[in-house]
């Protein structure tokens, strides 16, 4: 299932509007209509802050039936896109932990900084 078809099936469970999650994320309701129908990939910071109005784990949004990932111990890891678009993935657990964890402070830095130029803007 797509992106998309995901953010649709947990804003119905919602029982938000697009209108509604548009204004939670603070995104336009175009932009929530075309991520629905896979016309738009959001960027990091917009599936965030869908994921956190959704209330549901940005892993669960990314999950995809035709990625496969493996975890194996060594130190580094490979990521391999094989021609049935199945991906490999070779990293250790808690180097996608310690990743997916970066990606949330930069998401959270990047917002904060948007902030700081609107108030700047505002004066």
Not at 44 to 62: F, G, W
Not at 87 to 104: A, G, K
Request: no cysteine.
């Amino acid at each position: 299932m797509s992106i998309g078809k995901k953010v649709r099936q947990y804003r119905e469970l919602k029982d938000l509007s697009q209108t509604d999650l548009a204004i939670m994320a603070d995104i336009s309701q175009s932009v929530v209509s075309s991520l629905e129908s896979d016309k738009t990939i959001p960027n990091s910071i917009m599936l965030h802050r869908i994921a956190k109005v959704l209330e549901v784990d940005i892993n669960e949004l990314l999950k995809d039936d035709s990625i496969v990932q493996y975890n194996s111990d060594s130190a580094t890891g490979n990521i391999h896109k094989i021609q049935n678009q199945t991906i490999h993935n070779n990293f250790p657990e808690n180097v996608l932990e310690v990743l997916m964890s970066n990606q949330e402070k930069i998401t959270d830095l990047l917002e904060n900084q948007n902030k700081l130029i609107d108030a700047l803007l505002k004066k």
